[in-house]
């Protein structure tokens, strides 16, 4: 999940791949082949566009409305601010179960400062291997005090 709590920029005119689970802290970039700006979730070596803003899964999906949200296909990016991310946590209807969904590496240590970067879809702190473009720092890192609450700085 994503809570904003400051805002410089954001991008509400993007087209969201209707093909991929996104989960709102989900990093984003543009999907090659396309004419129209469409964005898809992080794979590979390539620049992060921005962070989701809400979701577009299994479980709540605000782009296409099935939530009774937007409708309108169209994903909001954040591209500059300072968010709070935290694990999206959902009840799966089909066996009541409780499901969570990381965005962050939680194998990793983060320190306030450290620049973050994303690996096989998640926001990490390490840039060895597919990680992509450098997106961000960390400003509070998770720990137990704090909910497992990470503040970061967006920088795209």
Known sequence: MLNVLYSVLEDSLR???STVSVYSGSPLMLKSGTTDGTVTTVSGNVAVYGLAKFDQNAYANFANGEAGAYGSGRMTIIKKGIVQLYP????????LN?????????????IAGA?????????????????????????VQ???????VMTVEVDL
């Open 98 to 110: 409780t499901v969570v969904q990381q965005i962050w590496d939680t194998a990793q240590n983060y």
């Open 115 to 139: 620049p973050l970067y994303v690996n096989s879809g998640l926001i990490t702190n390490q840039s060895s291997g597919v990680s992509s473009t450098l997106f961000g720092k960390v400003i």
């Open 15 to 17: 087209p969201i791949d």
């Open 88 to 95: 999206s946590v959902y009840q799966d209807p089909t066996n």
């Open 142 to 148: 998770p720990s137990a005090t704090n909910g497992g």
